[in-house]
């Protein structure tokens, strides 16, 4: 059963902008701290963001602080990753999962940044 769902990836020039989103169709977020990951080819995972079930608190990795911005709406089930200032070095395929990375992955979506 598909449980996670990212969109928004996609091709973008250095310095431009992305907004992804993760949804579900069968889970319910709101009791879950959420996180967005990304995973570079032939690296581990890495986490990227994390905000807290209520949305108080966020934190994002050194390398994307002041760039990335992870929001959530709990009414729509859904995790949004704003992603500003974007450089070729955030090529990689995002995923979205619970801060315990607890629920089975999806399939990412994959973000460019070339020119």
């Known amino acids: 059963q598909v449980q996670l769902v990212e969109s928004g990836g996609g091709l973008v020039q250095p310095g431009g902008s992305l907004r992804l989103v993760c949804a579900s169709p069968?889970?319910?977020?709101?009791?879950?701290?959420m996180s967005w990951y990304r995973q570079f080819p032939g690296k581990e995972r890495e986490l990227v963001a994390t905000i807290t079930n209520a949305g108080g608190v966020r934190t994002y990795a050194d390398s994307v602080k002041g760039r990335f911005t992870i929001s959530r709406d709990n009414g729509k089930d859904t995790v949004y990753l704003q992603m500003d200032n974007l450089k070729p070095e955030d090529t990689a395929v995002y995923y979205c999962n619970t801060n315990h990375a607890g629920l089975q992955w999806g399939r990412g979506t994959s973000v460019t940044v070339s020119s």
């Open positions: 069968a889970i319910t977020f709101s009791g879950f701290a």
